[in-house]
T-cell receptor, first 113, second 112 residues
Framework: TQLLEQSPQFLSIQEGENLTVYCNSS?????LQWYRQEPGEGPVLLVT?????EVKKLKRLTFQFGDARKDSSLHITAAQPGDTGLYLC?????????????FGSGTRLLVRP | DAGVIQSPRHEVTEMGQEVTLRCKPI?????LFWYRQTMMRGLELLIY????????DSGMPEDRFSAKMPNASFSTLKIQPSEPRDSAVYFC??????????FGQGTRLTVV
């Protein structure tokens, strides 16, 4: 069974602080995605990383895929209250013409003004 | 496109009753997933379809759960009989040609 462990599970920080969320697995994935979910909504894709060692930036968010394609991190610089939400990583395995997505346990972030 | 549409948004039912959750996927997106989300277990994959065919239903918890996709524009997840431990938010999600999953807003199910 493929599992994705995220840490920390909960994070409460002050506006302006930096933070890093980790996503680890013993399995290799063809790609890895990060989603953000707000209350009452479904998860929304932030980024997809495909190549081992890949780094992608999305404004104040930096995503990295591990060299072995088993782990990933999300770093937020100068967090803002609008960053509050549930962050989910998801590993994708290709199967025929579709991709099976396995989600991590999630990191619940609260940014206090 | 209106995105993935799920109905109902909220469902409260008594234990033992049949529950049917509905999903209208994005037109042209060939893969459809049903997920269940709880605080304890996170987002669990129940079943997924590709081109209307069930590919993997290993995540379906029990025989009480069943899912169908009779055509490319409609899918259902049925629980019969429902139990309090089935209370969760159920999501339907779509994939097109890539790996990105587009989620509906979910159905919050409460079984009392």
């Amino acid at each position: 069974t493929q599992l994705l462990e995220q840490s920390p599970q909960f994070l409460s920080i002050q506006e302006g602080e930096n933070l890093t969320v980790y996503c680890n697995s013993s399995s290799v994935f063809s790609s890895l995605q990060w989603y953000r979910q707000e209350p009452g909504e479904g998860p929304v894709l932030l980024v997809t990383v495909v190549t081992g060692g890949e780094v992608k930036k999305l404004k104040r968010l930096t995503f990295q895929f591990g060299d072995a394609r088993k782990d990933s991190s999300l770093h937020i610089t100068a967090a803002q209250p609008g960053d509050t939400g549930l962050y989910l990583c998801a590993g994708a395995d290709s199967l025929d013409s579709s991709y099976k997505l396995i989600f991590g346990s999630g990191t619940r972030l609260l940014v206090r003004p | 496109d209106a995105g993935v549409i799920q109905s109902p948004r909220h469902e409260v039912t008594e234990m033992g009753q049949e529950v049917t959750l509905r999903c209208k996927p994005i037109s042209g997106h060939n893969s459809l997933f049903w997920y269940r989300q709880t605080m304890m277990r996170g987002l669990e994959l129940l079943i997924y379809f590709n081109n209307n065919v069930p590919i993997d239903d290993s995540g379906m918890p029990e025989d009480r759960f069943s899912a169908k996709m009779p055509n490319a524009s409609f899918s259902t997840l049925k629980i019969q009989p429902s139990e309090p431990r089935d209370s969760a938010v159920y999501f339907c999600a779509n994939q097109g040609q890539g790996t990105e999953a587009f989620f509906g807003q979910g159905t919050r199910l409460t079984v009392v």
